[in-house]
């Protein structure tokens, strides 16, 4: 399997998930997002903040579709 199938998949919704309840993939994607507004869009003050590396949050980031630019998120 590509990476793209395996991110593709992640991507999915469980079928175990109750109506009206966030996902814990919906959370990191806010979670991130957020972080990413509040440092306008600096991965290494992000990933501090998150406690995590810079490529882990470019990573997230492509795995949940979050499309960062230098002045925040998309």
Excluded: F
């Excluded at 814990?24 to 990933?47: C, F, M, Q």
């Amino acid at each position: 399997r590509s990476v793209t199938d395996k991110v593709e998949k992640m991507k999915r919704p469980s079928p175990l998930a109750e109506p009206g309840l966030v996902t814990l993939d919906e959370l990191i994607k806010e979670h991130y997002e957020r972080v990413l507004r509040h440092t306008n869009g600096n991965t290494s003050h992000a990933a501090q903040i998150l406690g995590v590396s810079r490529s882990t949050v470019r990573i997230t980031c492509a795995k949940y579709g979050i499309q960062m630019r230098r002045r925040g998120v998309r």
